[in-house]
């Protein structure tokens, strides 16, 4: 079956067959990839690559997955999704208000507290894992409703570390100074 993803600001297309319980073939351009994949959990999976083990940690980031292998993330989106959604239809996409790590991590610095306003791509909390800092951002416009963790806290994904209540078009203007 073929497949196109998004993977960072890139498309790639390729076939991928089902070889067994846990075991598929992935070629893309004349390469051939035998993965065998083992799922740890939600966010963790240990895979095989062509013999070369490695382990994926997944996260979700609206419609799109943040996947952490060997320390370096990949944003990873259906390019057919998104390019139906490009061409008009986004009342579908769905924007996730928790904050969240992609991996496990331990947090590193809360740039936020309880209460503060903040826009989307502000950066809230810092967390590392496997000796690199990664930023995490505010999904949306809003006001920050609880901080759930404290600096050296361990982490997993899925593990709420800030709620954010999204501001709606209505309330925003009312709480904006005229001028």
Known sequence: MEYRL????DTISFQAEKKGDHSIALSHDNRLLDVEYNIISEHHQHLVVNGSPVNAFIARDGNNKIVMIRGISYSIGDADLLDTRARGNRRAQVIPQEITPPMPAVVVRILV????????????????SMKMETTLTAPSDGKVRSVNVAEGDKVMPGHILIDIDKDDVASAKEESPPG
């Open 113 to 128: 507290s309880q209460g503060d306003r903040v826009k989307q791509g502000d950066n809230v909390i810092v967390v590392s």
């Open 6 to 9: 998004k993977i960072g600001e």
